[in-house]
């Protein structure tokens, strides 16, 4: 049997944002954003895309996609994120995150020999 490529997992992060954080400049913002974008950087093997949400859903201002192998990686990258200015002040907090593994059951499938 060949060796079995782990799939990605991911996770999805929902935040709200703050009113302490609109109520700064766009220009103000701008910096916090390059400040959590250097913490995100700062983790290679953690794929993170930003999404707005909150002209669309009352739930969440905001939902994070993030894709990694390691949950260590992920880990570490959200522990700089929640001791950054950004959720100390806090600017934001998070409402909810759902993980998952991205087509897992193929995987499985093939460990049992059936070709999906």
């Not at 103000?28 to 959590?36: D, G, T």
């Not at 949400?53 to 570490?76: L, N, P, Q, T, W």
Request: net charge negative; proline share 3%.
């Amino acid at each position: 049997m060949s060796e079995i490529e782990i799939p990605d997992s991911v996770a999805i992060v929902e935040l709200k944002v703050e009113p302490s954080y609109l109520q700064l400049s766009r220009e103000i913002r701008a910096e916090k954003w390059q400040m959590m974008l250097g913490i995100i950087r700062a983790h290679p093997n953690v794929s993170v895309t930003w999404n707005d949400a909150d002209a669309f859903s009352g739930e969440c201002s905001d939902f994070v996609i993030c894709r990694f192998k390691v949950m260590f990686d992920y880990h570490c990258m959200w522990e700089e994120l929640k001791d950054s200015e950004l959720f100390t002040t806090p600017y934001f907090h998070i409402t909810r995150v759902l993980i998952g593994m991205e087509n897992a059951f193929e995987v499985y499938d093939e460990t049992l020999g059936i070709e999906v």
